[in-house]
């Protein structure tokens, strides 16, 4: 089946600007999980959605916003662009909430420079 | 403060031998620990997880351990391949809402 899929692979901001990301799980999942990484900071967590309301959410300013559709689809958006938001913008799926002992299927991912 | 650490930031092994990253952490009391395999430009890839009760997990040519008293946790490659060589992510899973915390990864080298 296929995997998880992220729209667009590249993205070239500048600073104020807003973007939005996309994110297709794999068919029946119904989490997803959106991550940021940078190679000072590694992977950290954003937020997690399940059954379209938002779950978790990890320590970033409410620029940082996210939303799940019916069809599990998932879409995050970061508004007024700062420099250090660049970033690769992972995004996981899973059938079940939490992720903890449920398998999470990474995408390839989104890279976003903020020039 | 709340640390996960790996150890080193590169680690390079000859092909054959095993190769043994380490997962320390401070502060957290994770139910579970995962290891993900990152190789460049792409995500990561689940490998293994290991619950707190349990003290080894094994997988083909994987093997991690989990030491809640140490709180450590070894992952091995044994006969390790210039396949193998990636950057290794070890997550801690804690909480009721099953949080996942990330280290920031170990670059693995097999060199031929």
């Known amino acids: 089946k296929a995997g998880v899929t992220q729209t667009p692979r590249y993205l070239i901001k500048t600073r104020g600007q807003q973007v939005t990301l996309s994110c297709s799980p794999i068919s029946g999942h119904r989490s997803v999980s959106w991550y940021q990484q940078t190679p000072g900071q590694g992977l950290q967590f954003l937020f997690e959605?399940?059954?379209?309301?938002?779950?978790n959410k990890g320590n970033f300013p409410g620029r940082f916003s996210g939303r799940q559709f019916s069809n599990s689809r998932s879409e995050m958006n970061v508004s007024t662009l700062e420099l250090g938001d660049s970033a690769l913008y992972l995004c996981?799926?899973?059938?079940?909430?939490?992720?903890?002992?449920?398998?999470?299927?990474f995408g390839p991912g989104t890279r976003l420079t903020v020039l | 403060s709340q640390k996960i650490e790996q150890n080193s930031e590169a680690l390079n092994i000859q092909e054959g031998k095993t190769a043994t990253l380490t997962c320390n952490y401070t502060?957290?009391?994770?139910?579970?620990l995962q290891w993900y395999r990152q190789d460049p430009g792409r995500g990561p890839v689940f490998l293994l997880l290991?619950?707190?009760?349990?003290k080894e997990k094994r997988k083909e040519r994987l093997k991690v351990t989990f030491d809640t008293t140490l709180k450590q946790s070894l992952f091995h490659i044994t006969a390790s391949q210039p396949a193998d060589s990636a950057t290794y992510l070890c997550?801690?899973?804690?909480?009721?809402?099953?949080?996942?915390?990330f280290g920031k990864g170990t670059r693995l080298h097999i060199l031929p």
């Open positions: 997550a801690l899973v804690i909480g009721l809402d099953d949080k996942i915390i």
């Open positions: 996981a799926s899973s059938w079940a909430l939490g992720g903890g002992t449920d398998t999470q299927y």
């Open positions: 290991i619950r707190e009760n349990e």
């Open positions: 959605y399940f059954s379209e309301t938002q779950r």
């Open positions: 502060n957290y009391s994770p139910a579970y």
